[in-house]
């Protein structure tokens, strides 16, 4: 995005870090500049790859501020799949449609990742508000996602 200065910021922090496993989780749990937004500002491309060092650092509970399970919940439940984004700019596009298309590129291997995480995070949950979302998200996209998806391919052999 070029809207405002986060994405920018976002764009600086993350320029050159190109192992995700070996960032600190406290950069991750601030970056950009304390602001705790950068899964909100990445394209789709820099979500999946950096993607599995918020579940890492979320699952040893190493977040305080940082939400991965809003960010793969977000749009896939009940309360927000339906909403528009932005009519003026995006018409009729919902929350669904971005998840959908956010999350169309990972592979079989990485959706069953993910399903495992919101699995986790649903049986650890302490609200039923954010048990309930996990569901939702789970029974709208991310349990058919995992039928459907296609397993990595290897670029080079």
């Known amino acids: 995005s070029t809207e405002g200065d986060e994405p920018y910021h976002v764009e600086k922090e993350f320029k050159g870090k190109a192992d995700w496993a ?74 669904f449609d971005h998840a959908r298309a956010k999350f169309a590129m990972f592979p079989r291997e990485e959706v069953e990742a993910i399903v495992a995480y919101l699995q986790f995070k649903m049986a650890t949950a302490d609200l039923p508000s954010e048990k309930d979302s996990i569901s939702q998200a789970l029974d709208s996209y991310w349990e058919k996602r995992q039928q459907e998806a296609q397993p990595r391919v290897a670029l080079y052999d």
Request: no cysteine; aromatic share 14%.
């Open 22 to 95: 070996g960032l600190d989780t406290r950069f991750l749990d601030r970056a950009p500049h304390g602001l705790a937004s950068a899964l909100s500002f990445f394209s789709d491309e820099a979500f999946r790859f950096y993607l599995p060092a918020y579940l890492i650092a979320e699952l040893q509970g190493k977040l305080e501020s940082s939400n991965p399970t809003f960010h793969l919940t977000h749009g896939l439940d009940d309360a927000s799949k339906r909403e528009l984004i932005n009519p003026r700019r995006y018409g009729g596009r919902t929350w």
